[in-house]
């Protein structure tokens, strides 16, 4: 151990654990850091090789016998049949079944979704209802053969510190100088500050922000393998990673249809992993998260006040000189277009992860760090109840081209700074003056960029500055753009008239090619001639198709899809959603309906037969409801044993009828097949669809 060693030792024993051993543990298990370092800190609490060697196998001897891996779940629900309980380690849901009136719970690796569960555990925690959280779950057998269900929770321990002693933390801070703690913090995230220049520091200290900031608007776009989303998934209990798909208001917000508050509500950070490839079908969603990202509030019928920071990490694959010193490119390439100006005005911070190294294991530490949890709830706890904004509001002067969100984003990410590396006495004059420099470089390359794509003056002030306590002005620049004209000086536009497009008025220094766009639809226009966005829509038209056996090249996306928008509710009728099959052609369907913005609810009005298992039916349905839930879709289930009728009906006024109902494919002779997952490759039955609107 080092001198810093053995002062943390010192002053925060039992909190402190070696870094290295979770490396050691980690790499045969996919368990989370704060989850290993909880069992370690269990096992390993001792400078004593010996019994540090000893704890690591008993680290992974616990594992070996609670953690199960997800290909081990028949396994493990054997091993509580035959032993009436066991102790898992898992990550725990739970979910509201509203026709049941009932909570449920799901382990993800035991590999069951309807697990019993008393009520005390999830009033406890609030996070097992959104999101999850992992514990030591000890998991009960069921006996009784007219229950529903083979599995309960007979006792859950939430992976994380049951209390807090925030006196003893800050007292313990004070016992480090400013650069000593910086260490202490970069060694708990398993990196070695030795290794680090004190720009880098500060960028990995930047990448904590989100956690004990609220509404903290956060940016990283760089290179892959950098780190970038461990942060979110791993080092803290109280942030979520989002790993790409649909971004809904339901999930993000609020869900009408549950009467529930979404992310935002439960967790401190919620975080976008790969943000070019984030998907956000609804327009409603990205005003709500304007409104959010501005002031912590939004309204869906009720007005909710959250506190959660949002983060959006993302890779950069072209070059940054060729980015900067161009006229026509700029650093949020690779933002999809649902994030426009409105949105990235909102961003405090964009750290440059092009700086970041990648992940090497030159940069992790050997030495002590505090326990991930320990850290976490510190800043959790500082997350919640401190306030660092109105002492930098008092002791920092910002020149004059800092405007109103300017100002906002550098002083919150001054306080930010303030939160993790001075939590109790204030910082020296100089320790300040680096988080503002810092802070304000951070604001200026949104600036910039935001410059770039405006084609007037409304974010060309971009030389943000700050003044000395002795009176000087200090304009920060960004080290990548500094010397970059198309940057700092970037060509106007003029609009031209026949596109409604901007064009340059100056010639390009440089530039990349830009992103390959996606071929458009067939439907839509020939390959070759894309359709501009302002082009109106082809007015729908009454069809009738008649699809022979073995025909394809029909989806419900291509047959369906146009006439449903504007469409609000679906009503459609078809005895035979029953069989495996049918059912997922019913889910197609409803993947369909799910690409259209206007669509609100589903009624489904079918009925079953002597074969049919009625309570399968209903479990399957049951879980499709629940997922329609999460993108704002409410379906309604009715069953009618007379029914005979095979027809859609659209509140938009379009009738569809279907000779065959939803079941117009074959089945493949094989999985491994063209068309086995491509259904428009997928061979059809014969069968007749009619779309029309009916007589008034």
Known sequence: MDALDIKLNEVYAGRVVRKDLVQQVKKGTNVPTFVLEFLLAKYCASNDQDEITAGIEATIEYLSRHYVRPDESNKAQSTVQQRGTHKFVDKVHVRHVEKEKRHWAAMENFNSQRIAINQKFYKDNDRLLEGGLWAEVTVGYNEVEDDNY????????????????????????????????????????????????????????????????????????????????????????????????????????????????????????????????????????????????????????????????????????????????????????????????????????????????????????????????????????????????EYVNSHIRLGDAVEGRDEKAIKKTVAAFLKILHPGKPPAPQELEEYVAYAVEARRRVKEQMNKRKPDDEFARINLSYFRADGSEVVVYCPESKDAPATQSPARRSLDTGTGRPVPQQAVEYQIPAQPKPAPSSQSAPAQSPVPEAEPRTELREQHFTILYGDTGYTYDSLIGPYLVGAKTIAIED??????????????????????????????????????????????LEELKQSLIEVDIVLDIRINENLHDREIRLDNGWVIKLGRGLDIYQKPDSWYVIGASDFSLRKCLETKVDIFLPAA
């Open 575 to 620: 005895p035979y959603i029953r069989a495996p099959h049918q059912i997922a052609n019913f889910v197609r369907f409803c993947e369909t309906v799910s690409k259209c913005p206007s669509v609100r609810q589903i009624t489904l009005v079918t009925s079953y037969d002597e074969q049919t298992n009625p309570a399968e039916l209903k479990e399957r």
């Open 150 to 389: 083979a599995f309960y929770v007979e006792d859950m321990r939430p992976i994380q510190l049951s209390r807090f002693d925030v006196d003893r933390y800050l007292a313990g801070r004070e016992e480090f100088t400013r650069d000593q703690w910086l260490d202490i913090v970069l060694r708990s995230v398993g990196l070695e500050p030795t290794k680090l220049s004190p720009r880098l520091k500060l960028h990995f200290i930047a990448r904590l922000l989100p956690l004990v900031e609220p509404n903290y608007n956060f940016i990283e776009l760089g290179p892959r393998g950098t780190g970038k989303s461990y942060f979110f998934s791993e080092f803290s209990p109280y942030a979520t990673l989002v790993s790409g798909g649909q971004a809904t208001k339901a999930t993000l917000f609020y869900n009408n249809a549950r009467g529930k508050v979404g992310l935002v509500g439960f967790w401190d950070a919620v975080a976008f992993d790969e943000v070019a490839g984030i998907k956000i079908k609804d327009q409603d969603a990205i005003q709500i998260m304007k409104d959010y990202m501005a002031n912590g509030r939004f309204s869906r019928g009720v007005e909710v006040i959250a506190n959660a920071s949002m983060v959006f990490v993302g890779n950069i694959d072209e070059s940054i000189h060729q980015l900067v010193n161009s006229t026509e490119h700029d650093l949020f390439q690779p933002l999809p277009a649902a994030l426009d100006l409105a949105v990235m005005d909102r961003f405090y911070c964009y750290l440059p992860g092009w700086e970041i190294p990648k992940n090497s294991s030159a940069y992790l530490t050997g030495a002590y760090g505090f326990i991930t949890d320990y850290l976490a709830e510190a800043f959790h706890y500082v997350f919640k109840q401190t306030n660092r904004y």
